[in-house]
């Protein structure tokens, strides 16, 4: 059973910066791609970064690209999000998911088989 736990988020001002990591648990972590999304108040999940198994390909949303980065360590199971010049808008819970399709760094959410819990990420204006 794939087990994925997020940590890093918290309450920063726009401009900030933040790293997210979320640890994969029961599988190699490898064979699977790595997505992060995020769900504001009173809105549906969206797609924010995704980073195939070996890391060669990733792909962002339009909203972050250019200030967040997806990588990954497969030595230590875990996804990170770089998240740089943080803006109100960014407010949300994130959520990293696993895709066991690693060929691709795929951006919908029934792509995902596997989700954490989610980490808030709240940025003051």
């Known amino acids: 059973q794939v087990h994925l736990v997020e940590s890093g988020g918290g309450l920063v001002q726009a401009g900030d910066s933040l790293r997210l990591s979320c640890a994969l648990s029961?599988?190699?972590?490898?064979?699977?791609?790595m997505g992060w999304f995020r769900q504001a108040p009173g809105k549906g999940r969206e797609f924010v970064a995704a980073?195939?198994?070996?890391?060669?390909?990733?792909y962002y949303s339009d909203s972050v690209k250019g200030r967040f980065t997806i990588s990954r360590n497969n030595a230590k199971n875990t996804v990170y999000l770089q998240m740089n010049n943080l803006k109100p808008e960014d407010t949300a819970i994130y959520y990293c998911?696993?895709?066991?399709?690693?060929?691709?760094?795929?951006?919908?959410?029934?792509?995902?088989?596997?989700w954490g819990q989610g980490t808030q990420v709240t940025v003051s204006s």
């Open positions: 029961g599988a190699t972590f490898g064979y699977y791609a």
């Open positions: 998911a696993a895709d066991r399709t690693p060929e691709d760094a795929r951006t919908t959410i029934h792509d995902y088989d596997w």
């Open positions: 980073i195939n198994g070996s890391g060669i390909s990733t």
